[in-house]
């Protein structure tokens, strides 16, 4: 189990998912991942606030992520319509 794709599963369980956008604020305006008035994520935000920003690492993170699901676009497979919050994080916890 990848440490970092753990940690975007408990955020989003902990905060939130959303799709169409990185992350939101509590209005429902779009925000950064790292934007402390972030309150809920996409799969890919989720992965970028658990790697602390380190570009690289939530790289390595997103391409373990996309080679588990036999995917080439996070953020399509997460906005795909009928995605559920359950499905994400599952996915990142490693479920097929």
Not at 10 to 35: F, R, V, Y
Not at 56 to 71: D, P, Q
């Amino acid at each position: 189990m990848n440490p970092i794709l753990n940690r975007a599963a408990d955020i989003i369980e902990q905060t939130g998912w959303t799709q169409g956008a990185i992350a939101l604020d509590a209005a429902g305006n779009p925000t950064s991942a790292l934007s402390p008035a972030a309150v809920c994520f996409c799969t890919i935000g989720a992965i970028r606030k658990a790697a602390g920003g380190h570009h690289r690492v939530s790289f390595y993170a997103n391409n373990i992520l996309k080679t588990r699901l036999g995917i080439r676009d996070t953020a399509v497979w997460n906005d795909t319509a009928g995605r559920t919050k359950e499905e994400v994080i599952a996915a990142l916890r490693g479920a097929p």
